[in-house]
């Protein structure tokens, strides 16, 4: 394994093409494309590492996984009454089928459906009591205390934060916001603004695994459901793309992170901050196929 993950950083190193970085949020705009940093920690509590694994980097929506879990643990089902379940073949900030579908998001990883499971896991606390607790199961899924929000990051991120606004009084004109889109909006971008290494990103992925050494906080069903959301909807309109090149659940994230669940197995985290024309990170998924292969890990047997 770790031969496998150093190979996989050098050839990284090589890439003339790397993708490009996003810059609609200006503070991401400044990160070096030149990095790649890679880790698993494995069901049975190794952990390997290679490239820019100890750098920390913003989740961005990678911390849509962890509300989810969240929200789904405040209110269970009934989270299936304002955000549906299937892919939206659509880009991750994107307001069309909003319309359509009379303000229920097709899915909790497009911008539209996190806006809602942000709403419901704030539910009636203050977005510090709420982010606070997010960190919380962060370090305690990872066992890392050193995990903390990005504050220049989060406010470069809400002073552009125009599409994620109209999304939200969008939603809130169909009454499926309950909270002020100001107070949502301030929530999610904070939550975006979680800086990770790889190292702590696989080993807070843990808690997803099927594995009785990973630390237990979400039911095996539900662990179950969230990896199925994963494969069809972590990657927005390039969600076949990954399953098909890649075959493992994954959530991916604008500042180039990529978690990665091999059910069984083990949770892998890959983050290189240039990104392809989907908004996944180019390199790290170049990288998770290459892994793939490799290991022979994959849903598909
Ligand atoms: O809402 C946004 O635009 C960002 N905070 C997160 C988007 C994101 O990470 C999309 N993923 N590839």
């Known amino acids: 394994m770790q031969d496998l993950l150093e190979d996989i950083a050098a050839r990284a190193l090589g890439a003339e093409d790397r993708g490009k970085v996003a810059d609609y949020i200006p503070e991401l705009a ?26 920390p980097f913003s989740i961005q929506s990678i911390s849509k996984v962890f509300v989810l879990a969240l929200a789904l643990g405040q209110v269970g089902e009934a989270l ?16 069309l089928l909003l319309e ?8 909790p990883f497009i911008n539209a459906g996190a806006l809602v499971t942000t ?11 709420a982010l606070g607790a997010l960190i919380r199961f962060i370090r305690a899924a990872s066992d890392q205390e050193d995990i903390h929000i990005n504050d220049a990051v989060a406010r470069s991120e809400l002073e552009t934060a125009h599409r994620n606004f109209a999304l939200a009084h969008y939603m809130r004109s169909y009454g499926n916001l309950q909270n002020s889109p100001d107070l ?19 080993l807070a992925g843990r808690f997803l695994l099927d594995t009785s050494d990973a630390p237990s906080l979400v039911s095996p069903v539900r662990k179950r459901r969230i990896n ?26 604008v500042g180039g992170g ?4 091999a059910p069984g ?17 180019k390199l790290g998924t170049e990288a998770m196929e290459v892994f793939a292969r490799k290991t022979g890990w994959s849903i598909f047997g």
């Open 119 to 129: 709403d419901t896991f704030l539910g009636s606390a203050s977005p510090r009591e």
């Open 100 to 107: 359509r579908e009379k303000g229920i998001p097709r899915n």
């Open 30 to 55: 400044k990160v070096d494309p030149n990095q790649l940093g890679i880790s698993v920690a494995t069901a049975d509590g190794e952990l390997f590492s290679a490239g820019n694994a100890q750098t």
């Open 228 to 253: 199925a959301l994963m494969m069809t909807c972590g990657h927005y309109d390039g969600s076949g793309d990954f399953a098909f090149r890649v075959g493992l659940p994954g959530k991916s994230g």
């Open 265 to 281: 197995r083990g949770s892998v985290a890959v983050w290189s901050p240039g990104l392809n024309g989907y908004g996944n990170s």
């Open 80 to 95: 299936w009454k304002r955000v549906g379940r299937e892919p939206s073949g659509q880009a991750f900030d994107s307001i």
């Open 184 to 202: 949502v909006l301030g929530t999610y971008c904070h939550q975006c603004a979680i800086e990770m290494t790889c190292e702590q990103l696989a």
């Open 258 to 261: 990529i978690l990665v669940i």
